[in-house]
């Protein structure tokens, strides 16, 4: 079974494209068995009626926050909640952003990449063919940098997109560390430096983990940017030290 989880905060216009992409995807790829999951985090523009508006069509479930909680939250919620319904270890846990700007197409070689014996396969901007469109050259250059402060501060076999939110999982992995740490503990960031959090802490397991090419379009993305780039930024570097610190101390 494969689960695929979407934080979403005011999505409305990108959900249609993205779940239509996602089923044409999936099916025409022979993968039948999956559980599309929005969490909806508090948004205001009707986020949730499209997805309810769309649960006929594609194996689709809702669950709301009570409001804007962030996506570190959304995300521990989500993560959380399929980790339970998952009942096998080789299940596939899929973490992807909402917008539109990740093709679902890829989910296909994630999942191969798994079966083939990888616990954490992450859709890596690094990576030969990887592709961006409509993204800023100020936004590639710090993606850039954090990849390499990354890949120099906590080198990990397999790893140069520490950042990108679109990822799959063994569940056995995500349980395990779940059992392990506990879900405040694999995501404790509050901010968008929640993708790198869930890394670094996996790192305790020792994943197997590996890179397919990410083809990230910005381009189909509708509405502007939710990110805010410099608290990311700060939260991202403070959290980088402190890990760092700790490991030393
Ligand atoms: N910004 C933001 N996104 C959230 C929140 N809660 C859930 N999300 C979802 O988290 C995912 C990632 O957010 P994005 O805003 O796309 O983050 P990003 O891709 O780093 O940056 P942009 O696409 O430039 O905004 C999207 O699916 C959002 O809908 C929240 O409180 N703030
Ligand atoms: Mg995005």
Known sequence: MIYIVLPAWNEAANLPALLRNMKESLEEAGLTEYLVVVIDDGSTDGTAAVVT??????????RENERNLGLAETLKRGLTWVVGL?????DI???MDADNTHTPGLIFRMVQAVREGNDVVIASRYRYGARVRGVSASRRL????????????????????Y?????????GLLRRAF????????????????????LLKLREFDPL?????????????????????????????????RRRLRLKG
């Open 93 to 95: 846990i899929v973490t």
């Open 209 to 241: 983990v590996t890179e397919v090419p990410l083809i990230l379009r910005y381009d189909q993305k509708k509405g502007a940017s939710k990110m805010h780039v410099g608290r990311t930024v700060r939260e991202t570097l403070y959290l980088m030290v």
């Open 53 to 62: 508006s769309l649960s006929p069509d594609l194996p689709v479930t809702l």
């Open 179 to 198: 059992q392990e740490l506990g879900p405040d503990r694999i995501i404790s960031e509050r901010g968008f430096a929640c993708m790198v959090d869930i």
């Open 163 to 171: 950042t990108s939110g679109f990822r799959g999982y063994r569940a």
């Open 86 to 90: 998952s009942r096998d270890d080789d």
């Open 142 to 161: 710090l993606s850039l940098g954090a990849s390499w402060l990354f890949r120099v501060v906590f080198p990990m076999w397999g790893v140069r997109d």
